[in-house]
């Protein structure tokens, strides 16, 4: 099983400032399979990145993602009041399981 | 726009069954594979079983495999859950999504329903 570890788990900025959020894989995933979510409080999670970097349909442009082998980025370039939300990165290997990461919470400051 | 409602979550008591349903409409169904995530109180995602858009290949978690049988009636666009030998750790609301990309059977999800709760206790 592939083990995803998010860092850091909560993220404290202000709105304006740059986040960066990290996903660690324990073996390497390709890029096609690697998708990060937000979800805010209270609600469902919404996709935001697919591919590693392809921005999902109606995502804004400050959202972007990087990363090969077993390192992976998301960084949103300016924080909206919006943001503030809790991030999910996740895994398809060659085979199941799918594995989610446990989380970074961006707060805000 | 894409609709996911699930229901059949309910309060059921240990080793005991339940059945959930999503229900699937504005979509092209069966070109697509429909997975279920669950989310315990106040902890992270978790994925539990995905299948094809034909229901011909299934995939579970370790977690739930053995115990849990997911399908679809491509007929009446409603994906299904059917859980058996409940245990606490089951407690979560149960999301049903559905792929990104048709035909694909791995990938991300790109639509959610609300969720159904599902609380094993006695």
């Known amino acids: 099983e592939i083990v995803l570890t998010q860092s850091p788990g909560t993220l404290s900025l202000s709105p304006g400032e740059r986040a960066t959020l990290s996903c660690r894989a324990s073996q390497s995933v390709s890029s096609r399979y690697l998708a990060w979510y937000q979800q805010r409080p209270g609600q469902v999670p919404r996709l935001l990145i697919y591919g590693a970097s392809s921005r999902a349909t109606g995502i804004p442009d400050r959202f972007s993602g990087s990363g090969s082998g077993t390192d992976f980025t998301l960084t949103i370039s300016r924080l909206e009041p919006e943001d503030f939300a809790v991030y999910y990165c996740q895994q398809f290997g060659t085979s199941p399981p799918w594995t989610f990461g446990q989380g970074t919470n961006v707060e805000i400051k | 726009e894409v609709q996911l409602v699930e229901s059949g979550g309910g309060l059921v008591q240990p080793g005991g069954s339940l059945r959930l349903s999503c229900a699937a409409s504005r979509f092209t169904f069966s070109n697509y594979a429909m997975s279920w995530v669950r989310q315990a109180p106040g902890k992270g995602l978790e994925w539990v079983s995905t299948?094809?858009?034909?229901?011909?290949?299934?995939h579970y978690a370790d977690s739930v495999k053995g115990r849990v049988t997911i399908s679809r009636d491509n007929s009446k666009n409603t994906l299904f859950l059917q859980m058996n030998s409940l245990r606490a750790e089951d407690t979560a609301v149960y999301y049903c999504a559905k792929a990104l990309s048709p035909v694909v059977v791995s990938g991300a999800v790109d639509y959610w329903g609300q969720g159904t709760l599902v609380t094993v206790s006695t």
């Open positions: 299948i094809s858009g034909s229901g011909g290949i299934t």
